[in-house]
T-cell receptor, first 114, second 113 residues
Framework: DAGVIQSPRHEVTEMGQEVTLRCKPI?????LFWYRQTMMRGLELLIY????????DSGMPEDRFSAKMPNASFSTLKIQPSEPRDSAVYFC????????????FGSGTQLSVL | DQQVKQNSPSLSVQEGRISILNCDYT??????FLWYKKYPAEGPTFLIS?????DKNEDGRFTVFLNKSAKHLSLHIVPSQPGDSAVYFC????????????FGKGTHLIIQP
């Protein structure tokens, strides 16, 4: 099993640019989560999907952030426009249907907004 | 307001000795607790969990203890090995609740040879 696959691994962009992070969950996992890790706040849940439907997006910081899951094997997290304070590691994780406990994380995307 | 707190950002332990990582929580509704381990440039991986109906769960060298009255849990690693050097995240949740896992900020464990 390939595990959760995230791309890109690193993204460096300038303030104001659009950033799109991508995630492929583990096949058969129907729950998908986006987390953000920063030194100040640790690991924060941004949004999670169950069967491609957003269930809880209360962690999305503001309207500049949006996430989609068009099918069971793909999700995107978009930031438009990006700001320096968005710099963080963004993790995607998946789990079996309805499971919010034992998550399988991808390797993350290190985002730097200059 | 942090609901899950790991007050030690880092911990250094000699190889072969016991490592004890601590975690405190404030939400009395939490009923399931987990520890995740993270190596550099990788995502966190599940390590061990405990339900609030238990006060101890053991898996090989890893044991998690839960003290509900103190709202405190700890992870013991015995004996500590060099490969245990990593960041350890404590996490908690309300099973059946609407929210996902709430994570602490992590403790960086360094095993000294």
């Amino acid at each position: 099993d390939a595990g959760v696959i995230q791309s890109p691994r690193h993204e460096v962009t300038e303030m104001g640019q659009e950033v799109t992070l991508r995630c492929k969950p583990i096949s058969g996992h129907n729950s998908l989560f986006w987390y953000r890790q920063t030194m100040m706040r640790g690991l924060e849940l941004l949004i999670y999907f169950n069967n491609n439907v957003p269930i809880d997006d209360s962690g999305m910081p503001e309207d500049r952030f949006s996430a989609k899951m068009p099918n069971a094997s793909f999700s995107t997290l978009k930031i438009q426009p990006s700001e320096p304070r968005d710099s963080a590691v963004y993790f995607c994780a998946s789990s079996i249907t309805g499971g919010r406990e034992k998550l399988f994380f991808g390797s993350g995307t290190q985002l730097s907004v200059l | 307001d942090q609901q899950v707190k790991q007050n030690s950002p880092s911990l250094s332990v000699q190889e072969g000795r016991i490592s004890i990582l601590n975690c405190d929580y404030t939400n009395s509704m939490f009923d399931y607790f987990l520890w995740y381990k993270k190596y550099p440039a990788e995502g966190p991986t599940f390590l061990i969990s405990i339900s609030s109906i238990k006060d101890k769960n053991e898996d090989g060298r890893f044991t998690v203890f839960l003290n509900k009255s103190a709202k405190h849990l700890s992870l013991h690693i015995v004996p500590s090995q060099p490969g245990d050097s990593a960041v350890y995240f404590c996490a908690a949740m309300v099973r059946g609740g609407a929210d996902g896992l709430t994570f602490g900020k992590g403790t960086h464990l360094i095993i000294q040879p």
